[in-house]
């Protein structure tokens, strides 16, 4: 549906790049809230969300994709190739994403990805905050921008904001005319029910070691606003009781933990109190069942 408004330039923009660069950092970053969970895992993001910003006569539909990689055969991990493969076949520009003095053989994949898009193609080169010689960039940016035909290349910080002005000015210049695909106060497509189920997972992202978390997913079973309170029942997914035990922690340590912090952050999203139950279950195999994989909404 496309809305009445004032709007003259209006164009989806992927986020790409390979796992742990920082895509959903500076989705957050330039939207102003947090719309896209973060961790350290590689992986963290496994849905297409869509951060939404509308300044005067632009609007910028940013969709933050899951980390493109290679060498990985799993159903969920082609699940997630396929979601960021198909947001580049239908945005107006590509945002590829790389880290400041690295190159990796997964940033060649996420370059042999793109390279035969037809829009324009910027490179936001993150995390430059972290570069203590700043003299080192420019071999760098140099060497980047030789590998494609690139519209513009922009070295930036997700974490501090800086430059993150000058990278939003190069994507208006760019967007197509065209008025607004949505209101101008939605900052997202995504519902509190997304939002409740990615935080919770965030909470596990964080506190688990470097497998688990990606052997488990989280499905909210009943979200239930009210006048003063929201309430909301959660089942943790994991594929082997071993796996349960871990999340569930010592005397239910870990799942008390992961469950306070979760509320918490809720609390400042939907503006109301929290009330959260959450439960673990086992489920064999899941994360490479396709019929499981379409209920948790990958599709082919």
Request: hydrophobic share 45%; with cysteine; net charge positive.
């Amino acid at each position: 549906m496309i809305f009445a408004s004032p709007v003259s330039r209006c164009g989806m923009v992927a986020i790409v790049g390979r796992p742990n660069v920082g895509k959903s950092t500076f989705l957050n970053r330039v939207i102003g809230q947090k719309l896209s969970i973060t961790s350290r895992k590689p992986q963290t993001t496994r849905y297409q969300i869509l951060g939404i910003k509308t300044e005067g006569v632009h609007q910028i539909v940013f969709v933050d994709t899951p980390g493109l990689h290679r060498g990985r055969h799993g159903a969920l991990d082609r699940a997630l190739n396929r979601e960021a493969i198909k947001a580049i076949a239908q945005v107006d520009i590509i945002l590829f994403m790389v880290e400041a003095l690295r190159w990796t053989e997964d940033d060649q994949y996420v370059l042999k990805c793109i390279k035969p898009a037809a829009c324009p193609v910027l490179v936001a080169v993150n995390k430059v905050d972290t570069v203590a010689d700043k003299s080192q960039l420019l071999p760098y940016l140099s060497e980047v921008s030789g590998f494609m035909n690139l519209a513009e290349i922009v070295p930036l910080s997700s974490s501090t904001g800086d430059n993150i002005v000058a990278l939003e000015e190069a994507l208006k210049s760019r967007l197509p005319e065209r008025p607004a695909l949505f209101p101008a106060d939605e900052l997202s497509d995504r519902g509190e029910r997304f939002f409740a189920a990615e935080l919770i997972r965030e909470q596990l992202l964080r506190r688990l070691g470097a497998e688990v978390p990606h052997r488990l997913t989280v499905m909210i079973d009943e979200f239930v606003s009210k006048p003063h309170i929201t309430c909301i029942d959660a089942t943790i997914w994991v594929e082997r009781p071993g796996q349960k035990q871990i999340v569930v922690g010592a005397h239910g340590a870990v799942l008390k933990a992961v469950g306070q912090h979760a509320r918490l952050e809720m609390e400042r999203l939907f503006g109301s109190r929290v009330f959260l139950r959450t439960w673990v279950k086992v489920k064999e195999g899941w994360s490479d069942d396709i019929r499981a994989l379409g209920r948790l909404g990958f599709h082919d």
